[in-house]
């Protein structure tokens, strides 16, 4: 990875938000993952002073505020809607990708199952955003 970036992971279950870490630290031990367990818990933590992750993993599933819930909120604040939302969902039903989109989610990735399959999918996501330009690019935020 040529850049350190800040990840917000959003995922009711311990045990993926676990899963993740164990595959941050081992594919991208420069980058800086904050995890919660709730969509309110990341609302809290974007709308509240100092905290702007470069890209925000997203599962769907959640009790109590859904994944598209919180998405929701996020793109109709102006404070918030430039982060992109990565859906990380077990989901493959084509009405929650399609409401997904239509909620304006970057993009929409299927946990994978196993550990090995889950560290391939997330190295690909941390590459694309390695070489993608976000709002924290240096000289980027300046322009906007």
């Not at 599933?61 to 809607?81: C, T, W, Y």
């Amino acid at each position: 990875m040529t850049s350190a970036r800040h990840y917000l992971l959003v995922d009711d279950t311990p045990q993926d938000r676990f899963l993740a870490q164990e595959a941050f630290e081992h594919l991208c031990p420069e980058c800086v993952l904050t995890c919660v367990g709730s969509g309110r818990e990341a609302l809290e933590l974007l709308q509240g002073p100092g905290f702007e992750p470069d890209v925000m993993l997203l599962d769907l599933n959640m009790p109590g505020m859904s994944g598209f819930e919180v998405l929701q909120i996020m793109k109709e604040d102006a404070r918030l809607a430039h982060i992109p939302v990565v859906i990380l969902s077990t989901s493959s039903a084509q009405q929650d990708v399609r409401q997904a989109y239509t909620l304006h989610a970057s993009s929409y990735l299927i946990k994978s199952v196993s550990f090995a399959d889950f560290l391939e999918q997330l190295e690909q996501v941390l590459h694309y955003w390695d070489i993608s330009r976000t709002v924290h690019d240096k000289g980027w935020r300046s322009k906007i």
